[in-house]
């Protein structure tokens, strides 16, 4: 049965700092792997999308990586700002099963200080 | 613009009374699901649709009820609501194929007392 961990649950950095978010998985049989950023009460923006075959993606200072052999993924914000603030959620698309639903982390809620 | 919309946005209700949380979306994407979230169980799928009259049972499908009439909607009813059933509910839908990205709605938060 797939399961997704995200370690830190929570994480606090000063402004400026580059900064690592951690989803490991337990199944690596996978469609992709999708980041997702939540505020609080709100809804879910899709971050970045990495199919199976790719290693990494970017957009603006995100950077997404995807190691499907050892199960983990790590999303990379460089030069962090107040208005990174948010929970970072990720989710799998395994390959089992005719849903094809998204196995979710319970995701990290990121504080960044001015 | 490409977009789930969901609706209300909060609903605070009585057990019992009946209810509808309506999810649409534009792109014309072949499946769709809904979710719940609570605090530290994460995201768990209530039900999913593949296509316009086909449904099925997600992880926690008791209490609710959907229908896919139209491939644009995609509404979630609860026939009789109860308290355990205070949640934030979010839509989402997909092209068909598993790699493709999912798109959500902004959520609706209900509470049911």
């Known amino acids: 049965k797939q399961e997704v961990t995200q370690i830190p649950a929570a994480l606090s950095v000063p402004e400026g700092e580059n900064l690592v978010l951690n989803c490991s998985f337990t199944?690596?049989?996978?469609?992709?792997l999708q980041w997702f950023r939540q505020d609080p009460g709100k809804g879910l923006t899709s971050l970045l999308l990495i199919q199976s075959s790719q290693r990494e993606q970017t957009s603006g200072r995100l950077n997404a990586s995807l190691d499907k052999s050892s199960g983990r993924s790590t999303l990379y914000i460089a030069a962090s700002q107040p208005g990174d603030s948010a929970t970072y959620l990720c989710?799998?698309?395994?390959?089992?099963?005719?849903?094809?639903?998204?196995?979710w982390g319970l995701g990290t809620s990121l504080g960044v200080n001015p | 613009e490409a977009q789930v919309t969901q609706n209300p946005r909060y609903l605070i209700t009585v057990t019992g009374k009946k209810l509808t949380v309506t999810c649409s979306q534009n792109?014309?994407?072949?499946?769709m699901s809904w979710y719940r979230q609570d605090p530290g169980l994460g995201l768990r799928q209530i039900y999913y649709s593949m296509n316009v009259e086909v449904t099925d049972k997600g992880d926690v499908p008791e209490g609710y009820k959907v229908s896919r009439k139209e491939k644009r909607n995609f509404p979630l009813i609860l026939e009789s609501p109860s308290p355990n059933q205070t949640s934030l509910y979010f839509c989402?839908?997909?092209?068909?194929?598993?790699?493709?990205?999912?798109?959500f709605g902004p959520g609706t938060r209900l509470t049911v007392l």
């Open positions: 989402a839908s997909r092209k068909g194929g598993a790699v493709n990205e999912q798109f």
């Open positions: 792109m014309n994407h072949e499946y």
């Open positions: 199944d690596s049989a996978i469609y992709n």
């Open positions: 989710a799998v698309a395994p390959r089992a099963g005719n849903n094809r639903k998204l196995i």
